[in-house]
């Protein structure tokens, strides 16, 4: 986003420059020293539209900033400039040629107020003086507000810009657009009919949209098209919907994967019901937090690594919570597993309030770093870049810790000590000390949950609350003890619910799986993977 | 099997220790003090927005206090925490009355807990000040509403997004959490909607669990939804936690406020600051108060807030302006009636009027609502909200909806000789029902 701006400003102070004549910068400045004196934002909007109509690339700036909120009044001498706020004061600019104009504090400016019919305005006005620039994400922002805006009179600057337009996927969408303007122009059928087409081929939403209203105002052969357009796009749109719906429950299961594979461990492999896991999830959020303030204070040009820096951290933190419970409270309880229960229980408790005693019971923000914002397009399916890194992040934890489990001797001593814990001990094997070591393991697997879930989630004391019931139903459901019981666990209720909710709502559909899975349980207690062995037997 | 179950016992009296240290733990100051109870959840799911109105209660107390006190009584607060669990709030009203003897309550923040105490309210006879915007179809003679009904927030807010300065808006997605608040106000939506000529076609109402964080399907459809031609918008009557995964998916789906701008009902300063709120400038909210509304009066309260609570970056928002009246509006009352006798304040408050903090006076109707200015905000990206739209007047509280089949010949007036709180104007009996 940032560097989109910096190239758009770049872009206008060279088009400023190169274009604009002395005369017509005094006509301009006139217009725009307007904004001072407009009483609402219908007024404002009407001196929006005076200064596109001069057709005259150097009225970007201005607009720019006024969409942004960026435009101020100064008080002593009504003069407008575009203003960026410093620490304590506002730094002015020129608004045509951007030149700096010194500073002033925010008690002297007014700034022009903005509302969303305005931004649109703006929006619309920059989409046909930015047509001609010369990068082409902002060409393809311009297309797409005349597509979604058509207008007859943007036909012939959108023909001039096809003749000279040399990307070929930008040309596709400015010849779209300029279908667009000529379904609600006068020209002749055979035009539209091939508009039509056009847009037919592009087969989204916006496409839909703009033909039902087109449906809507048209008649005879036209109208013909575009009920057929739009049915043969909502057929394809069917096809990327039910895919989508695939991609959500991928992604929830991505999530209910992260949340429940420490769990998989404290209560699947060490039969331990830890009701505190949720809280050494938020442990993990809190610590993401804590790095990103650190982060933002003192070296703000880290902030894109605060979660690779959080990772490690959120690990020990909740390793060390966890060592620290086991110890303390877990270890004489083993094998009464109501009372476990309860003392987690007691424990979430006490980390909650202290958690919300230390940082307050508020929401704390974590930012996304820029490569886990927005999106992109697979075809018709929006998929969103945190979503993604959260399912590769998942994926990665749960082949890591397999890895831990199957190959190392750490993995073989907690395995050996699950099985059989006496025999275990014979072998030399220090059992409590697998068991304490095994249980920060979990723990801290949850914490580095934690830093992914703060991406997507609220970070405050009632993060971990969210996650445990479908933590320990996504490991109850896949098979205590057996990790890929928890991965395919977590991803069949992920998918599963997701399929539903379309269908039947969030609630419903919650309802559903949850009588699902109680119906699965009654079929087969030990449930997707059982263990087989003695260990399960005893 | 003794041995730990003292365990047990251990951890749970430690964790109840912990909470009860985390409550300000109330003087036990002189006999001579009028008792005010303050029963907002400090722990649990609602402790995220009750807690910082038990923080703006103790400050309203300490100030009156440093002006005289009142009836040249010291006020002394007595703080409960109910935890966010509705049968408790029940329980701690019944303690606060019956045994620490409290001349009033301010406290609740669900409807759920609020209808959990009233029984306890009518049964005992104290006076309950309730800050948050609510559902309407309702009015008790014990309780004092001091947020918004659904004429002083939800239908403007509407009125708003249909005019030419909201964007037109035709088609509309009502998104709400599950429970009491979304389901009645979005049935007076409905109502309201269709009397304007909205056909059925062009409105969704969808549901989601309390705490819901996974929205992609429900952005999804909403985008699907907007993709019909028509100008669309979104109300949100969504609560709490699940506002900022909604709309951190909204941010991420690129939908924006230009497009399909999104109308909040439950969505203060508070919750934006858990927020980076860049990718959502433009989304709206209907309240009665902004942090950002330019008065000497706001200025004052804000920069008091700031000393009390020790922190500058914290904000304030339209619930604690509710407390804020409500309390004044108490003050005034018993300074009138000259005691703090329930019964003699319930009738005194009727008609006092006290400055609200957006430049205009509250005055508290026989319905026991009071009037409030309608602000419609614009999220900027510094997490405050600039107000867009203001309506030109004060709107009186309305308790029973007039787009509701079973509330519109509905009236409330707590002043003698009519005294009741449902009555119907048709057959000219009290004891009406509403839709609830």
Known sequence: MKIFHAMGLTLLFLLATLSSSGAAEADLRAIIAKFATAADFSETGAIVLELTATGDPAVERSLAALADGNLYIRAADSMVFVGKEGSDSIQLFDPISGEAAGEASADDLTQIGVNNTLRRTVRDALGTLTLGSKDPTVRIAAADTMFKTPDAANIGPLDAAIAGESVASVKALLEQARAASILVSDKPEADKLAAIALIGARGDRNAVSLLTSVEANASGAVKEAATAAIASINSTLAFWDAGQNIWYGISLGSVLLLAAIGLAITFGVMGVINMAHGEMVMLGAYTTFVVQQVIRTSYPGLFDWSLVIALPLAFLVAALVGLVIERGVIRFLYGRPLETLLATWGVSLILQQAVRSIFGPTNQEVGNPSWMSGSFNVGQLAVTWNRLWILVFALTVFGVLLYVMKRTPWGLQMRAVTANRRMAASMGIRTPWVDALTFALGSGIAGIAGVALSQIDNVSPNLGRGYIIDSFMVVVFGGVGNLWGTLVGAFSLGIVNKVLEPYAGAVLGKIVVLVLIILFIQKRPRGLFALKGRAVEA | MRGSFSTITKMFSASVVAAGLLMSAPARAAED??????????????????????????????????????????????????????????????????????????????SVSRKSVLPVFSELDNILFYPVQYEGEESERNVFYTGAAPNQQAIPAVDYLMSKDGGSVKRWVLEGTDYVYPRTTNKILEAYLKSKGVPAEDIMTNYTPFGFSDWQTEVSAIKKFGSAGKKTAVVSTVNGDANVPFYKELGNQGIKAEDIPVMAFSVGEEELAGLDTKPLVGHLAAWNYFESVNTPENKKFIADWHKFIKNNKRTTND??????????????????????????????????????????????????????????????????????????GLVMGDEWSDYLPDSKDLISDWRAPLSCGNFNVKTGKCGGKGTN
């Open chain 2, 319 to 392: 619930p604690m302006e509710a407390h804020y009246i409500g309390f004044n509006m108490w003050v005034k009352a018993v300074e009138k009636a000259g005691t703090t006798d329930p019964d003699k304040v319930i009738d005194a408050m009727i008609g006092v009027s006290v400055p609200n903090l957006t430049g205009g006076y509250a005055t508290m109707m026989p319905n026991h609502h009071i009037t409030k200015p309608v602000l419609i905000g614009e999220i900027q990206a510094n997490g405050q909200f600039q107000t867009v739209s203001k309506t030109p």
């Open chain 2, 33 to 110: 003090t009028i008792k005010v109870g303050i029963l907002h959840s400090l722990s649990g799911t609602m402790a995220i927005s009750e807690t910082t109105l038990k923080d703006a209660m103790l400050m309203l107390i300490e100030q009156q206090n440093a002006k005289g006190g009142l009836l040249g009584k010291k006020l002394e607060a007595v703080v409960v925490d109910p935890a966010s669990n509705w049968p408790l709030f029940a329980e701690k009203a019944r303690e606060l009355i019956s045994k620490d003897k409290v001349a009033a309550v301010f406290g609740c923040w669900t």
